[in-house]
């Protein structure tokens, strides 16, 4: 591996990609960490002769970018990471990001695992990808967030076979639900300045993005730390003020963040897109209590159906843990009747898995995992009868999408509405394309489009990815 090393210390990035150490990334987990994968890459390719290269591809080093939201979250990236190794025996398998962060000593012992790279460091390729390449044992980069850390995050310009782009706007959580190792992982929660994220908005449009999805680990709570304070309904007005020609749409937000002014919003712009994730995660006011979110079911009742009849055919999921400790039948039951009653489009249901570390995972009345496998099965039921609905009643419509990069066995393109569904057209244009579709049918549970009007070509599908 010294060649290598010497190549990635001594070659400038101008030389041929043959000379490069190639670098193969996966990543895990949310929105966020995708755009810091591609942060990592364009760290790498700014300052080394590097060239990335697909997963699944030869290469020297082996980065996955984890996540740590879940117990099946880290076995998947353990298996990753030895599946490469056996693979690719004389390659470096690197392991960064959230469970890197959290769990860094029992991630050095796994012996397939070359690095371990924390949230804290994994931008600073320029120390630990010369390092992991050069050293004979584990890397341990990962290093404890300071009190009071700043925003900062590369700037970058491309998402490798996407579509549609993320940016993400602000780091980290303050609130620490006693069922979440996330505030560990990340941090205190942090914004992006203004001027930072128009910078990035800029160069994505620039890129030929048509849309983008603004993204926080806790964005609700962007600009509480600015000085002075900016609300997140502040941020987005200039977005969309400054980007008339980006379509913009909202990660997620907690029930108690859906505002009048937000609402508004969505009713008097039409290039916000008319779809929000709300994370929920209980339709129980005691059960929300114990996980210490800020919030209470009615208030959750409420931002619902405000949103649901800001704007026809508006497109709200949701997160639902089942199964948290102590959650009875009366519990449970309150949340299945919201999901019943309340117009959600779609539903992410996760059985609740205890993390080390979190009040949680020592609380008492652990439900039987038999109890949370019914209770999730009847939450999927019903979320599947609520996409359903969702989806039918588009049918006839006319609505924005964007064509994405891939598409099925039969030459049909994925194509994401406006409102967050995905519709099948058989047109043959690049991802990236931002086009009017009309909806025309649902075969075989999936909706099937024509497209109407091309607004917005694709500026090359290659460019993405």
Not at 14 to 42: H, I, P
Not at 240 to 267: C, D, G, T, W
Not at 389 to 408: A, M, P, W
């Amino acid at each position: 591996m010294s060649e290598q090393l010497q190549q990635l210390t001594s070659i400038g990035t101008n030389e041929s990609s043959d000379q490069a150490v190639k670098v193969a990334f996966w990543t895990l987990g949310c929105r966020l960490n995708q755009y810091d994968t591609e942060g990592m890459k364009t760290a790498m390719a700014g300052q080394f002769a590097v060239e990335i290269v697909p997963w699944q591809e030869e290469a020297h080093v082996y980065v996955l970018n984890s996540c740590t939201v879940t117990g099946k979250a880290d076995q998947e990236c353990r298996r990753l990471a030895r599946q490469a190794k056996r693979r690719h025996p004389n390659a470096k398998v690197v392991v960064a990001g959230c469970y890197a962060q959290t769990q860094p000593e029992a991630l050095a012992k796994v012996e397939e695992i070359d690095g371990v790279v924390g949230n804290t460091t994994k931008d600073d390729v320029a120390q630990w990808l010369p390092q992991v390449l050069g050293a004979d044992h584990p890397l341990l980069a990962v290093q404890d967030f300071e009190d009071h850390p700043v925003f900062d995050s590369p700037l970058i310009d491309s998402f490798s076979g996407r579509s549609r782009a993320f940016v993400k706007i602000q780091d980290g959580c303050n609130l620490r639900c006693t069922y979440c190792l996330i505030w560990q992982a990340r941090g205190p929660g942090r914004s992006r300045t203004e001027q930072d994220v128009m910078d990035q908005l800029q160069k994505l449009v620039d890129a030929g993005y048509p849309e983008t999805i603004l993204a926080g680990i806790h964005l609700g709570g962007y600009g509480r730390d600015l000085s002075p304070k900016q609300p997140l309904v502040n941020l987005l007005e200039k977005c969309l003020k400054n980007f008339p020609q980006l379509r913009i749409r909202l990660s997620s937000i907690h029930p108690n963040e859906v505002s009048a002014e937000l609402l508004e919003m969505y009713r008097t712009n039409s290039n916000l897109r008319p779809h929000l994730h709300i994370s929920l995660q209980s339709g129980s006011s005691s059960v929300l209590k114990r996980m210490k979110r800020p919030y209470r079911s009615e208030k959750a009742w409420e931002a619902m159906r405000q949103v649901a009849s800001t704007v026809p055919h508006f497109g709200i999921g949701a997160d639902i843990i089942v199964g948290f400790p102590g959650e009875t039948d009366e519990e449970f039951e309150e949340t299945r009747r919201m999901v019943e009653e309340l117009e959600f489009s779609y539903l992410h249901v996760f059985r609740f898995s205890p993390r080390p570390g979190t009040p949680a995972a020592d609380m008492a009345d652990q439900v039987h995992p038999e109890t949370i496998s019914r209770r999730s099965a009847i939450l999927r039921k019903l979320a599947d009868e609520k996409k359903d609905r969702f989806e039918r009643n588009l049918i006839g419509s006319v609505r924005e999408v964007v064509v994405e990069s891939e598409g099925d066995q039969e030459g049909l393109r994925n194509a994401t509405t406006d409102n967050y569904a995905t519709v099948l057209i058989s047109d043959n244009l690049p991802g990236g394309t931002l086009a009017q579709v009309k909806i025309e049918e649902m075969i075989a549970g999936k909706l099937h489009g024509k497209v109407t009007q091309v607004i917005q070509e694709a500026q090359g599908e290659a460019s993405h990815g």
